[in-house]
């Protein structure tokens, strides 16, 4: 029995060491690009390796999959996008387990807020999961309540008030309703048809895109939010919000 308890406590204890390693890791590669990086914020380099770990199973990955086609994101591989299905904090869980399993440069957790009036530890465990992903050094994408307003935000300027989940399918399926498209609230997939709405041009002069429109609408919402509590220290406070755009100007567009 004592052999055993041992054998055991070794073995978590050679696991620990190895996240610890991994995280150190991640830490000294994040402190070498600032240290190499001038000024512009779009010099920072890219990452060469990187998971995301999604709570959702569909919506979420179809989404950063298409986003990987469509703008050949070759350190993003496609089988290192996941869906889980998990609550948040087995989201950081699985992250660490396949952190361990491989070595990536960066690593994502996307995860929604998803509050529920008769659940009210549900928001202590969704700012409890965000502070533990970064805690670990994993970057977040969060959004309060669901992944779908960061897709709303393509089309509309929803100025942070609070929007119910409820309301997000009608309101998406009325816009891509114009480009003959629907949004199936069953299998919840990001088409190519619909993704390539998301990345459509609507100034031909200066070449913007919904998606910068969307950038630039979700910041500013972080950002007054960021008016209230400059350390975002209880994101479940925060809605209607998302820090999506965080990924996409990390992989894509260059910060303003």
Excluded at 46 to 68: A, D, H, M, Q, R
């Amino acid at each position: 029995m004592g052999t055993n308890r041992t054998s055991k406590e070794e073995k978590e204890k050679k696991a620990a060491e190895k996240r610890a390693k991994k995280k150190a890791r991640r830490m000294s590669k994040r402190l070498t690009v600032e240290l190499e990086r001038n000024d512009e914020p779009s010099l920072e380099k890219l990452p060469e390796k990187v998971l995301i770990v999604c709570e959702g199973e569909n919506t979420e990955p179809s989404y950063f999959k298409e986003l990987v086609r469509f703008y050949k994101l070759t350190f993003i591989d496609k089988k290192n996008i996941i869906g889980t299905g998990y609550t948040q904090k087995r989201i950081v869980e699985e992250a660490e387990k396949l952190s361990i399993e491989d070595d990536y440069d960066e690593i994502w957790c996307v995860f929604d807020h998803d509050p529920k009036p008769d659940n009210l530890v549900q928001s202590q465990n969704f700012n409890a999961a965000i502070a533990m992903a970064e805690a670990r050094g994993f970057k977040v994408a969060y959004s309060n309540e669901a992944f779908e307003f960061w897709i709303i935000l393509h089309f509309e300027n929803h100025q942070g008030a609070a929007m119910n989940r409820s309301l997000y399918y009608d309101k998406i399926n009325n816009y891509l309703r114009e480009h003959n498209l629907e949004y199936n609230k069953d299998s919840k997939i990001i088409t190519t048809e619909i993704f390539e709405v998301l990345q459509s041009i609507i100034d031909v002069k200066t070449g913007k895109t919904r998606q910068d429109l969307a950038v630039e609408r979700a910041k500013k919402i972080y950002e007054e939010f960021g008016k209230i509590d400059s350390n975002h220290s209880s994101p479940a406070d925060e809605q209607s919000s998302t820090t999506v755009f965080k990924m996409i100007e990390r992989f894509i567009l260059k910060p303003k």
